[in-house]
């Protein structure tokens, strides 16, 4: 299994500008998540999906949009960036324990910068 | 009042000393709680899960304590390797998002 896998690694943008982020899974995870970390800070959720179908808010999803027409993938696009967009983007996927907890796995990242 | 709260350290500790950290959490209704490390520039990798009648994991140890909203981890007999950045994680009441606390960074010298 590949995991979480994450395209591109590195992107400098400019101010207005948009694009997509990648995010893929092979586990068969039903929930997806998308994160942002700023330095020094924790992981704050945009967005997550409990399924195909099936987006939801986090805590910061202005300027970010979601859909999840698979299972498998799970892209975030930025429409207009900002500055205070440039930030270092985890995407997840969680499956739930036996009896117990969530347990999530992260993407390598992918560390946007917005000038 | 943050949801997770934890001390952002750093804590500089030599090899072989047992260190502690404790994370506050302000939900009641919060259900699962996990250790977390982060390496630099790296994603989060679970650490330990929390129990309510508390965990130990070779060296590491976690505790839940429901009445004072607080969760700790043990790290005993330090090595350099175990230097990284610990997250505090909570799941809210309906068990499909996490709330990261910022961070605690160790650092373990020689």
């Known amino acids: 299994n590949a995991g979480v896998t994450q395209t591109p690694k590195f992107r400098i943008l400019k101010i207005g500008q948009s694009m997509t982020l990648q995010c893929a899974q092979d586990?068969?995870?039903?929930?997806m998540y998308w994160y942002r970390q700023d330095p020094g800070m924790g992981l704050k959720l945009i967005y997550y999906s409990v399924g195909a179908g099936i987006t939801d808010k986090g805590e910061v999803p202005n300027g970010y949009n979601v859909s999840r027409s698979t299972t498998e993938d799970f892209p975030l696009r930025l429409e207009l960036a900002a500055p205070s967009q440039t930030s270092v983007y985890f995407c997840?996927?969680?499956?739930?324990?036996?009896?117990?907890?969530?347990?999530?796995?992260f993407g390598p990242g992918t560390r946007l910068t917005v000038t | 009042r943050k949801e997770v709260e934890q001390d952002p350290g750093p804590f500089n500790v030599p090899e072989g000393a047992t260190v502690a950290f404790n994370c506050t959490y302000s939900n009641s209704a919060s259900q699962s709680f996990f250790w977390y490390r982060q390496d630099c520039r790296k994603e989060p990798k679970l650490l330990m899960s929390v129990y309510s009648s508390g965990n130990e994991d070779g060296r590491f140890t976690a505790q839940l304590n429901r009445a004072s909203q607080y969760i700790s981890l043990l790290i005993r007999d330090s090595k350099l390797s175990d230097s990284a950045t610990y997250l505090c994680?909570?799941?809210?009441?309906?068990?499909?998002?996490?709330?990261f606390g910022a961070g605690t960074i160790l650092r373990v010298k020689s």
């Open positions: 586990m068969n995870h039903n929930y």
């Open positions: 994680v909570v799941i809210e009441e309906y068990g499909n998002k996490l709330v």
């Open positions: 997840a996927s969680s499956r739930k324990l036996a009896g117990g907890p969530y347990e999530q796995y």
